[in-house]
């Protein structure tokens, strides 16, 4: 496995590639690989001939006030992972290389990020639309890999490679958990230990929703009661949105049908952290 830092050295190697005929998985990630990512890899290596891994903090889709200074790096760690996991090369680009001085083209959507983590991260998924189109042109993937805990980000993904046609096939792999529930996070980090158990109320309410779904209940509002009322009462979390949209528009729904996905996002302390189900009704 090899560390490339540029866009030239990524291309050379994937054409070299393709040339021999071979298939490429793209798996983005900003680092600090845990085992959510680790899955990814895995899933893009028993698919494909060949596995990219993307390690790039990008600023672009960060708002003034968020953690891009404190997001946490660990490139030893996670070209460990890599190597471990089969992968065959980590594309880890400095921002200056990513964004050339006047950069000034965006990749932008309308009506997905209008909802849920977009409605206060006003700036992300511009960032992550184009950071993920520019890494889809660099690495001309057969395959791309992304995880279900960024439900929204995923959709909209899916979305854009639709919308713009792309050829790339868009891989979506299941949340990964901790043993006690909680949804593996870069950001899981940031929490303190009393924080840190404090969070597993996020997969209690998951769970909560899904048996309210599985005996019957189809009042969007009944359930999201329920569990608004099992996070407040944990003291150290701190609502930011918990709803129920149709997964294909992002629109909040009142009656449980289709294909819904019920997202929430919450703090706690540093953290604010997001988790969520799918279901078809
Ligand atoms: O999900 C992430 O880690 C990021 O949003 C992504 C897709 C790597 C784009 O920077």
Same mark, same amino acid.
């Given at each position: =496995?090899?560390i490339?830092?540029?866009?030239d050295?990524?291309?050379k190697?994937v054409?070299?590639?393709k040339?021999e005929g ?8 900003m680092g ?6 680790q899955s990814l890899?895995?899933?893009?290596v028993?698919? $494909?001939?060949r596995?990219v891994?993307?390690v790039?903090v990008?600023p /672009?889709q960060f708002?003034p006030n968020?953690?891009l200074e404190?997001?946490p790096?660990?490139l030893e760690a996670d ?6 996991t089969g992968?065959?090369?980590i ?6 290389? /990513?964004y050339?001085?006047?950069f000034c083209?965006?990749?932008? /959507?309308t009506?997905?990020p209008?909802?849920l ?9 511009k @960032?992550v639309?184009?950071v993920v ?9 057969d395959?791309?890999y992304? @995880?279900?805990?960024d439900a929204?980000?995923?959709a909209?993904? =899916?979305?854009?490679v639709k919308?713009?046609? =792309?050829d790339i096939?868009i891989v979506g792999c ?6 006690? @529930?909680?949804?593996?996070s870069?950001?899981?980090?940031y ?5 840190r ?6 997969s209690?309410?998951v769970k909560?929703?899904?048996k309210?779904?599985?005996d019957g209940?189809r009042n969007?509002?009944?359930?999201l009661?329920?569990m608004?009322?099992?996070?407040s009462?944990?003291p150290l979390?701190d609502i930011?949105?918990v709803?129920m ?11 449980v049908e ?5 997202? /929430? ?8 952290l997001?988790? $969520?189900f799918?279901? $078809?009704?």
């Open positions: =496995m090899v490339l830092k540029t866009i050295e990524v291309r190697q054409k070299a590639w040339k071979l298939s490429v998985g793209l798996v983005p990630t600090y690989l845990h085992e959510g990512h890899i895995q899933k893009s028993e698919q $494909n001939d596995t891994v993307s790039f990008n /672009m708002g968020e953690d404190s997001y790096r660990d070209a460990k992972l890599c190597q471990e992968a065959d090369i594309f880890n680009p400095e921002p200056s290389e /990513m050339e001085e006047g083209s965006f990749v932008n /959507m009506g997905l209008d909802a983590c977009g409605l206060t991260r006003p700036v992300h998924f @960032g639309c184009t189109n520019k890494l889809f042109n660099i690495v001309t993937p395959r791309a992304f @995880g279900q805990k929204q980000q995923l909209i993904i =899916m979305r854009m919308d713009l046609n =792309m096939e299941p949340i990964i958990r901790e043993a006690d @529930g909680l949804a593996k870069s950001r899981n980090i929490l303190t230990s009393e924080e158990q404090a969070a597993v109320v996020l209690k309410a909560e929703g899904q309210l779904i599985a209940e969007a509002k009944v359930i009661d329920a608004k009322s099992m996070i009462a944990e979390a930011d949105y709803e949209v149709n997964m294909d528009t992002m629109k909040s729904i009142d009656t289709g294909y819904v996905l019920c997202a /929430m996002a919450v703090r706690f302390g540093k953290a604010r997001i988790d $969520n799918i279901c $078809n009704v």
